[in-house]
C-alpha cells in the first residue's frame, strides 16, 4: 500500500501508440507474475499517454490487486477486434474521408468533425471496462497516490497531464506542458486516445483535445512532478531502426506511409529522448553541490531511478504479418503491408495482440533481476 509520506515511490509510464499498447500488458503479465500472488498496486503513480493511457486507467481502477488489473487487460486485449474501436463500414469511412478533405480544402465550419474513422465502439467498450469512480477508492483507500492522463490541446499547443490524487499534490506549468488537478472521467481517456486525423477530437471545457502523445515533449515528466524516485518506463517501439536494403528501389512513399511516419516520430521518439536526458542528469546529479537549486526548487536536480522495457523486435514488421487480419476497409485505405507502421497503430485484432502480449512477457522476463531489484526497498 502507498503512502504519501513515502521516499521511495515507484512511478508506472505508459507511452502510447494505438493497437502497440498490448506490449504493455504482457510486460505488465510478468511484473505481476514476479511479486507476491496478493500485491495490491505497487505504483503510487501511474501516468499514461494514448493508447498506454487505457492501460494505465484500468490499472488504477483495480488498485487493491495488480494481479485482478492485469487480468482485466489481458482478456481486453486477447479479445479485441477493430470493430471495439471503430466503425468499419466502407460508406462510414469514405464518408468521414470526404468530410476530412473537404474540410481541409473549403475550411468548412469549424464544428464540422474531421477524421478519418468513427471511435463510438471504443468509447462503448471503455464505459464497460474502466469504472472511473474506482480510481477516488483507490486513492482515498491508500493503494494509490496520482493517475495522470496526457492529452495535447489543439488550441493552446499544451501537453496537458489531468491527474486525480492526494490533496497535497500541486499542479505545474512548464513550456508547452501544465499539470491539471482535476476528476478523470470517460473524456479524458478519449480526448487522450485521439489519435490526429484518424480519430475525432475531444471538448473538454474550453479547448479541443487529440492524442496525448502528440507534443508530448517529456513523457517521464509527469511522473517526476507527481513525486516520483523510481520509473519503470515501458516503451511501444523497438530502438533497432527498419533500415531498407543498400540495393532497394523503394516507390515513392504513400500518403499513408507519410502519415504514418509522423506520427511513428510522435509515438516512440519522444520517451527514448526523454529516458536519455534523465540517464545523462542522473550522472550530473552527484556532482553538483549540495545547496545547488536551493534558490529555486525547480532547478534542484534529484536522482530518479529509471528502468526501461521495449520491444525487442520491432512492432511495424510484426503487424505487416498480418495485414490481411484487418477488415477489408481498412486494408483498402492502407493498400498494403508496407505501410506497416499505420498496421502497428490500427491492427486491434487478436492474433496480433495476442503476439505483442508474448512478446512483452518474454521481454520482461529477459529483466527479471532488474525488476526485482526496482520493487527491493531501498
Known amino acids: 500500500m502507498s503512502s504519501s509520506k513515502s521516499t521511495d515511490k515507484r512511478a508506472l509510464v505508459l507511452s502510447g501508440g494505438g493497437a502497440r499498447a498490448s506490449y504493455q500488458v504482457g510486460v505488465m503479465r510478468a511484473v505481476a507474475n514476479l511479486l507476491p500472488r496478493d500485491t495490491p498496486n505497487p505504483f503510487p503513480i501511474i501516468t499514461g499517454a494514448s493508447a498506454g493511457a487505457l492501460n494505465a486507467a484500468s490499472l488504477a481502477t483495480h488498485a487493491q490487486r495488480l494481479r485482478t488489473g492485469v487480468r482485466t487487460l489481458e482478456y481486453v486485449w486477447q479479445n479485441i477486434t477493430s470493430s471495439q474501436v471503430y466503425r468499419l463500414d466502407s460508406s462510414g469511412l469514405i464518408t468521414n474521408a470526404s468530410n476530412w478533405v473537404f474540410s481541409f480544402l473549403a475550411n468548412r465550419r469549424r464544428d464540422t468533425p474531421t477524421s478519418l474513422l468513427n471511435n463510438e465502439p471504443l468509447e462503448q467498450l471503455l464505459t464497460k471496462v474502466i469504472k472511473f469512480e474506482r480510481i477516488q477508492r483507490g486513492i482515498d483507500a491508500g493503494y494509490i ?142 556532482l553538483l553541490p549540495e545547496d545547488a537549486g536551493t534558490a529555486d526548487p525547480d532547478l534542484k536536480l534529484r536522482h530518479v531511478d529509471l528502468l526501461e522495457v521495449s520491444p525487442s523486435q520491432n512492432l511495424s514488421n510484426i503487424a505487416a504479418e498480418h495485414f490481411d487480419d484487418l477488415p477489408r476497409a481498412i486494408r483498402m485505405f492502407i493498400k498494403d503491408a508496407g505501410s506497416s507502421t499505420i498496421l502497428s497503430l490500427l491492427m486491434f485484432e487478436k492474433a496480433y495482440c495476442r503476439r505483442l502480449i508474448e512478446l512483452g512477457y518474454s521481454d520482461a522476463m529477459e529483466k527479471e533481476a532488474q525488476i526485482l531489484e526496482f520493487f527491493r526497498p531501498r
Request: avoid cysteine; charged fraction near 15%.
Open 145 to 286: 497516490d496520482a493517475l495522470a492522463i496526457t492529452a495535447s490541446g489543439y488550441t493552446s499547443g499544451e501537453s496537458v497531464s489531468f491527474f486525480q490524487g492526494i490533496p497535497d499534490l500541486t499542479t505545474w506549468q512548464r513550456p508547452h506542458r501544465v499539470g491539471v488537478r482535476t476528476e478523470l472521467n470517460l473524456q479524458h481517456l478519449l480526448a487522450s486516445t485521439a489519435i490526429p486525423t484518424l480519430f475525432p477530437a475531444v471538448r473538454i471545457k474550453r479547448e479541443y483535445f487529440g492524442d496525448g502523445a502528440i507534443r508530448q515533449l517529456a513523457p517521464l515528466s509527469p511522473a517526476f512532478h507527481l513525486g516520483a524516485d523510481r520509473i519503470l518506463a515501458i516503451g511501444v517501439s523497438s530502438n533497432k531502426p527498419n533500415r531498407p536494403p543498400a540495393d532497394a528501389s523503394p516507390p515513392h512513399p504513400s500518403l499513408a506511409q507519410i502519415l504514418a511516419h509522423i506520427l511513428n516520430s510522435a509515438f516512440v521518439d519522444t520517451l527514448t529522448s526523454d529516458m536519455e536526458i534523465l540517464r545523462r542528469l542522473n550522472k550530473l546529479a552527484p
